[in-house]
Structures are given as C-alpha cells and as structure tokens.
C-alpha cells in the first residue's frame, strides 16, 4: 500500500475512529485528541503496517494510547485485589504523595525481570500479550506477577 492510499484510507476511516474514542473516553474533546494521537502514531508508522484492516489496527494503537493515558491518571489501578487504588485527581495531600513515591519506590525495587512484567502488567496488557513480547511462557508471567505481588503486599502493608 502507498503512503498516499494509506493517508486516503486513514481519513476514511476518521469517523468510525471517533465513535470508538468515543467509548473509550466518554468524553467528545478527549475522543477527538485520542484519535489525533492515534492518526499520528498511524502515520508515523506506517511502515509497520502489514495487513489489509486499517481500522483494526488504528484500533490497536488507540487501545495502547487509551491505557497509557489511564496509566498516567492512576498511579496504580491495583496490584492486586486488596491493594490500595491511588489517583492523581484525589488531592496533592502530603498522604497521597508519599504513598505515590512508596509505591514506585516498591515497583522498582522489584528484579528487573519482575519489574518490567508488573509494568506492563499494570499498563492494561493480558498475560499473553506480555509471555509474546517477553518472549517466556505465559505461566512464567502469571508467576511473576504473583511473585511481585506478594512482595508489593508485603511493603505496603502500612498502606493496605
């Protein structure tokens, strides 16, 4: 496909992209800045694209930017059932800027490995996705998940 049929392509699909940032966002002026961000990460990779669903894959790209912009509102969404959910938007209280920093503090803290699988983890992606781009077996991820876990209870316990 062309740079240009691509380009030509991507303005078709404009509206359906809107109506998905729509669902998304709840919210039309955030829908239309997600679908801003995607039409630009689209465009700048447009070498990547290999298959004949554009609108599959701008819907891919939107779902990653949505995450990662809900990533960046929650400091944490949870790490596991009983574990605390902090907001940005609940307040700078000296209590919720101290509980931020513990809880990145822990987060790196953790191995590398375990790290980088609880980052993901946290940014919205499914066990598959990370075993895929992690290159491991799903169940190594599952565990490692658990590991880090049981280690993020264990020195927030203050904060549980």
Known sequence: MTYTTFNQQLILAHQALIGVAYKFTSNYDDAQDLVQDTTLKALNNYHRFQGQNLLGWCYVIMKHLHLDQMKNSYTVKSVGDDIIQLSKGCGNSVENIISEREISSVIESLPTRNKEIMNRYLSGYKY?????????????????????????????????
């Open 128 to 160: 598959r996705e990370i075993a895929d781009m992690m290159g491991m077996p799903i169940g190594t991820v599952k565990s490692k998940i658990s590991e880090s876990r049981i280690q993020l209870r264990l020195k927030l316990k203050s904060y549980i």
